[in-house]
């Protein structure tokens, strides 16, 4: 249908709507990466079908035009996941189109970490042209890897992490570093808190603060009584279930499969099925379970203790290194 239309009047290709969106920014949001996990010939197949081909042949001017919010189709494609899209308008001139800005001086890899497209982001990690993007700052002097630990995505942080061209001392406008960005995202309290992660991978690799005061990142202690009460309680559940398993296990052994031989018989006392195959998979699998049960319960006891050095475990260590 766009070939056609295309046949029918090219000029079409060079017409824009009210918010300053050209075909091209339309193609580029509409091919999603569904065929990723399809042959190559699907795939090629795939490609020639879609709208994004014909509507670049016919106007590749479009290429290098923004939107009213200063989006070019680049930056359009990476906020999609269009993976494939990205693959394509880079290899026809990787250095150009890598590099386009948009209104707030972010890259296609500033958008794509930003919205969380992973995928995109390590199709930037394994591409040589693209080392210099990474080091590329926004209108705030943020990198992707200063987004990446704003918005705590361990997936795409430990992408960037890997790249020998990400640099982990860059300042922005505010004059944080990522360290310094993950040492004011973590929060107090008894939960999961993957920004911990992100600071210590960030400490580990010796990445160096700025120069702004160390109290602009102190926060307020979590209530301890609150964080106690809510760290038993949640263990009391959690509990219950490995108490009735140790239960059913241990009673298990006692009332076992086929019962025991008379002690007028030959071995008396020992079980009837002994020496079978499918009894000793049961006998291993019922000791598996209790000691697995055991050791949870074990575990949870430990857990559910209202301790501070229990809950603040994790920063009191990263403190003291």
């Not at 398993?245 to 008396?268: C, E, M, Q, R, S």
Request: with cysteine.
């Amino acid at each position: 249908m766009t070939e056609m239309l295309l046949n029918w009047n090219k000029d079409l290709a060079e017409q824009v709507d009210e918010n300053r969106s050209t075909p091209l920014h339309f193609a580029a949001s509409l091919c999603k990466d569904f065929a990723a996990s399809l042959s190559e010939y699907t795939v090629i197949t795939w490609m020639s079908r879609t709208p994004l081909i014909p509507v670049l042949l016919a106007n590749p001017v479009q290429l290098y035009q923004q939107d009213s919010e200063g989006l070019y189709p680049i930056h359009v494609a990476a906020s999609s996941g269009a993976i494939r899209t990205i693959k394509y308008l880079i290899e026809e001139q990787p250095d150009e189109i890598a590099g386009l800005l948009d209104f707030k001086g972010r890259t296609f890899l500033h958008v794509a970490v930003e919205r969380g497209r992973w995928n995109i982001v390590e199709y930037a990690h394994r591409t040589r042209s693209l080392a210099r993007i990474f080091s590329m700052q926004d209108n705030d002097g943020n990198t992707a890897m200063h987004i990446a630990v704003q918005n705590g995505n361990k997936y795409i942080f430990c992408i960037l992490l890997r790249n020998r061209k990400v640099n982990l001392n860059i300042l922005n406008n505010q004059g944080q570093t990522p360290l310094e960005i993950a040492e004011s995202k973590i929060h107090e309290g008894f939960y999961y808190n993957p920004e911990k992660l992100i600071l210590l991978a960030l400490t580990h690799c010796n990445a160096s603060g700025g120069c702004l005061r160390a109290d602009h990142f102190q926060k307020k202690e979590a209530d301890e009584e609150k964080e106690s009460e809510k760290l038993t309680t949640s263990t009391q559940t959690l509990g219950i279930g490995s108490v009735l398993i140790v239960t059913v296990t241990f009673g298990a052994i006692l009332a076992i499969p086929g019962g025991y031989k008379a002690d007028d018989h030959y071995n008396g006392g020992t079980p009837t099925l002994a020496g079978r195959y499918i009894f000793d998979a049961f006998t291993m699998a019922n000791t598996i379970a209790f000691i697995c049960s055991t050791l949870a319960i074990i575990h949870l006891m430990y857990s559910g203790m209202a301790m501070r050095f229990q809950l603040n475990m994790g920063t009191q260590d990263m403190d003291e290194s």
